[in-house]
């Protein structure tokens, strides 16, 4: 009985590996934010978008989405919003996309909360 189940475990096992594989979805050319690290980021289900905040080198605070059905980067214009940072906490709710805490230039931590509303 124990060989029978280390056999089926190993087809299991093969079969969810085969179906597992990357793929690229923009290839960094055109429009896009520029590359970096720590930046807030996440993945609102509903609309199929990807949004990106700040990061470093800098740090930075612009804004973009990444709409993944048309592989369109777009780059957002705000008239307010977070003071430039990186390192941040970063999630999605109900078509809401926060940010929290996070480094800013010179060694300066913050605090704050942000929403901001990607529909």
């Known amino acids: 009985m124990a060989v029978s189940t280390c056999v089926l475990f190993t087809v299991l096992v093969v079969c969810v590996r085969g179906q597992l594989e990357w793929e690229r979805l923009h290839d960094g050319a055109g429009i896009a934010p520029s590359a970096r690290v720590s930046m807030g980021f ?24 990444y709409d993944v059905t048309s592989g369109i980067w777009k780059e957002v214009v705000v008239t307010n919003g977070p003071e430039a940072r990186f390192s941040m906490v970063s999630g999605f709710s109900n078509g ?24």
């Open 96 to 119: 809401n996309f926060y940010i929290s805490t996070g480094e800013g230039a010179n060694k300066v931590f913050f605090n704050d909360i942000w929403r901001f509303d990607i529909l």
């Open 42 to 65: 996440g993945y609102d289900l509903a609309s199929n978008k990807i949004i990106v905040f700040g990061g470093g080198p800098g740090p930075m605070n612009d804004t973009w989405i």
